[in-house]
């Protein structure tokens, strides 16, 4: 395994880089919509967020946080009515005026004072709540759900530079014959029955049972991954070239799968 104690790699920065050039110190994502994607997105966050939790299980962290849903703007964008609305008072008002040249000139911006006194930089950012709440639905008990766009992430996952085996490799499997995990797992008892059965073996009937190529393609359907229905646990109209190509690229990633130090 890795030391790490050695120097960052240049991926280290990849969540300060996503968050770009916000100066948000926090990471709120709806339940609702986090319950929406497929199943096996899902179960990949939550591991994340296990292995998360077991990092810095030691850490002294706030037990929660308050969320107010809204837009953010800085206090010399807000009329006085949106400014009462965030506690905030302005003492003077921005004008246009002509100065002693005859020349328009722009008045003082006026001070801003929080629910304290304290005075603000006309730059302070604040949240404007809205005013009918949330835009998006209440997770209700686990039962809201929002259409998630597959497509769009599917492109996502294509155009995201891989610097390790391709994801396809460790999408998770339902039961199938070759008793595998992921499709990783599916591929390399798929070879390894090349090999043991040599020039005895079955194309049609690698484990025992034809349509073998649907234990493949199943997964990929259910975690979004390509188009299409399942219904009561079987493929409905899927895009079976899309599946196919993803496999393709999958058998290719097997020979370039990192290995662990030591």
């Avoid at 391709?166 to 595998?180: C, H, K, Q, R, T």
């Avoid at 043991?196 to 975690?223: I, M």
Wanted: net charge negative; charged share 25%.
């Amino acid at each position: 395994m890795p030391d790490l104690t050695d120097p960052p790699v240049p991926d280290d920065d990849a969540v300060h880089r996503w968050f770009g050039l916000s100066y948000a110190n926090y990471l709120v994502l709806p339940r609702t919509l986090l319950q929406s994607m497929p199943a096996e997105w899902q179960r990949r966050f939550v591991g994340c967020l296990e292995e998360l939790d077991a990092a810095f299980a030691g850490e002294d962290r706030a037990d929660s946080y308050e969320v107010v849903a809204g837009t953010e703007h800085y206090v010399n964008e807000l009329d006085d009515a949106t400014l009462a609305r965030v506690g905030i008072t302005r003492e003077g008002h921005p004008h246009a005026y002509l100065g002693g040249d005859g020349i328009p000139d722009f008045g003082p911006a006026g001070i801003y004072r929080d629910a304290a006194g304290t005075e603000l930089p006309d730059i302070h950012r604040v949240v404007v709540p809205y005013p009918a709440g949330d835009p998006t639905p209440h997770y209700n008990r686990g039962r809201a759900r929002v259409d998630p766009d597959l497509e769009a992430v599917a492109r996502v996952r294509a155009e995201r530079p891989s610097t390790v085996a391709d994801p396809v490799l460790a999408v998770e499997m339902s039961d199938n014959d070759a008793g595998a995990a992921t499709i990783g797992d599916y591929l390399v008892a798929l070879l390894g029955e090349v090999w043991a059965s040599g020039e005895g073996f079955s194309g049609k009937r690698p484990f025992g049972n034809s349509g073998w190529e649907h234990d493949l393609y199943l997964p990929l359907v259910r975690a979004g991954l390509v188009r299409g229905e399942i219904v009561d646990g079987y493929l409905e109209d899927y895009d079976r070239l899309a599946a196919r190509a993803l496999i393709t690229r999958a058998i290719r990633a097997l020979r370039s799968t990192p290995k662990e130090d030591g």
